[in-house]
């Protein structure tokens, strides 16, 4: 029977780190086919452990997705953080923004897996979680900026429309009507609209 389990020369890791590793794995795979349509086999494969021990740490597939977007969302506030320490108003907002967009061209697959996690809503305990992370977010931007409701709003309907033309590999500006949406995200998100086009 084939299993994932590193050799015996590899460091042992204590249950939580391993854990560490295997939401790690979990955020890469699930971004690529979500909840439904990945495999336990692929994400232990990643992470370098038995299935069978992938189970023991987390239970279910779906147990493994909410940690997995727990993660994502928890990153997602330290990020919002680390750029707007210091910062005020609309530059602490756009700060963000810009750290949003940079996120968004280097490591697109992150935000297609929020897309999977918002997909993925119609099952109660994901639900939860996504309510709950995705306040979060707004709750600190709304915090660190001190801007009215209007602005938060507008800046977090930029974001998700940058997330939706992530999961469509759109990032690129390569179809006119991508390239229309993606100036007014970035003239939104960080106050400074690049030139049509230049976008990967």
């Excluded at 232990?44 to 299935?51: H, L, V, Y």
């Excluded at 530059?91 to 297609?112: H, M």
């Excluded at 500006?173 to 086009?197: F, I, N, Y």
Aim: proline share 4%.
């Amino acid at each position: 029977m084939t299993t994932y389990e590193r050799s015996e020369t590899a460091p042992r890791l204590s249950a939580a780190e391993r854990r560490t590793e295997v939401v790690d794995a979990a955020v890469v795979e699930f971004a690529k086919t979500g909840l439904d349509g990945t495999s336990t086999d692929e994400i232990a494969r990643r992470a370098g452990i038995s299935q069978p021990y992938l189970f023991r740490l987390f239970g279910t597939k779906k147990e493994l997705f909410k940690a997995a977007t727990e993660q994502s969302f928890r990153e997602h506030l330290e990020l919002f953080e680390r750029v707007a320490e210091g910062k005020r108003g609309e530059e602490a907002l756009r700060a963000i923004g810009r750290a949003c967009l940079g996120e968004a061209l280097t490591e697109p697959n992150r935000l297609v897996g929020q897309m999977h996690a918002y997909a993925a809503c119609s099952k109660p305990e994901i639900r939860e979680v996504v309510r709950d992370g995705f306040g979060d977010l707004v709750a600190c931007a709304e915090q660190l900026s001190g801007l009215p409701s209007e602005r938060i709003s507008s800046f977090f309907a930029a974001a998700m429309m940058l997330s939706l033309l992530a999961s469509m590999h759109l990032l690129d500006g390569s179809e006119d009507w991508a390239a229309m949406l993606l100036d007014e995200c970035v003239a939104t998100l960080t106050g400074s609209p690049p030139a049509r086009g230049h976008w990967a």
